[in-house]
């Protein structure tokens, strides 16, 4: 039977025999050895070494324990799987272990921002949902969430606006956010809802359901697409499609980590590590969003000023 400790003993085991070999195989051709050399590195610096060792095991040997880094590992720290997990902010794990780095893996601070960029997005789109119905009394509201992944924010307000006057059209790529977003959308059966699996990146044809009166790209300026032809020609289609007095709720991303591994996330303070993004790439979305004829309404940031929120209207 193989217990948990069996398997960090392994660890342990495999990581120094790792970092042993790698010493005794830097040996140069002409036979001398570089091992005195490595041997000094190591010793510079010993405890920061040795914590970052230390760190690294935890991860390797605990990791596959945590619900977080298990969907990390699987899909990429920045995949739908992974962000829908931080916004339940729930740690969950195979054991007391496994809950414990998860723990330290969903309530660590650099996910407040993606947290509250949800929020945001959740109260921007109660605010137009209630333009439409309550000051414009319009029988029917049409939405389409570019990129879907789980959707959470159009989850949540589904709970003040369960009724026939929605109808849904979900987009992304990835089958697997689409097939689980399905599950909390059982609860709004009186909501129209179609799916399709589409690369908004690559599908040229943006061909949607009726003409929308709301559109959500979240996430999709911050870090995905980067390209300002792209950006550009996104824009265009999104504003062709929507309805005349149609509005587009989109994110960007003004600042980030300089984070490089998952030890890094865990186990170090990363207030120093924040990166300004290029001026540029802040303020071109929104001039490119003005140029191709929205009205920007409104714009809200998180306290770290990580993440904006705009409404746009069709103008």
């Known amino acids: 039977m193989i217990t948990p400790f069996t398997h960090y003993y392994y660890n342990v085991n495999k990581l120094l025999s790792k970092r042993f070999t790698n010493l005794c195989l830097n040996f140069s051709k002409s036979g001398h050895s570089n091992i005195i050399e490595d041997v000094n590195k190591i010793r510079g610096d010993s405890r920061m070494k040795l914590k970052t060792l230390w760190n690294k095991f935890i991860v390797e ?186 509005y587009f709720i989109f994110t960007t991303q003004n600042t980030n980590y300089n984070i490089k591994t998952i030890d890094e996330l865990l186990f170090e303070d990363n207030s120093n590590k924040k990166a300004q993004k290029e001026e540029k790439d802040i303020d071109n979305i929104r001039n490119m969003a003005e140029i191709t004829g929205f009205e920007i309404l409104s714009e809200k940031v998180d306290n770290e000023n990580r993440y904006c929120v705009y409404v746009a209207k069709k103008s």
């Open 61 to 246: 040997t605990v990791g596959p324990y945590s619900t977080g880094l298990q969907l990390e590992k699987k899909f990429g720290l920045e995949s739908a799987a992974v962000l829908n997990h931080i916004y339940k902010n729930k740690p969950t794990g195979e054991n007391a272990l496994g809950v414990w780095l998860d723990r330290k893996f969903v309530t660590n601070a650099i996910w407040d921002a993606i947290r509250r960029r949800k929020a945001n997005i959740s109260e921007a789109l109660n605010d137009t949902l209630h333009e439409f119905f309550d000051k414009r009394a319009y029988s029917t509201v049409k939405i389409c969430d570019l990129a879907c992944g789980y959707s959470n924010y159009l989850v949540e307000n589904l709970k003040h606006y369960n009724n026939d006057k929605l109808e849904i059209e979900f987009i992304d790529k990835d089958i697997k956010s689409q097939y689980e977003l399905r599950e909390p959308l059982r609860a709004f059966k009186n909501v129209k809802t179609s799916f399709r699996r589409s690369d908004i990146t690559n599908d040229k044809t943006y061909d949607f359901v009726g003409a929308p009166d709301i559109m959500i790209l979240s996430g999709y300026f911050d870090t995905i697409c980067k390209d300002e032809v792209q950006i550009e020609y996104i824009l265009r289609q999104v504003y062709k499609s929507l309805n005349p007095e149609g």
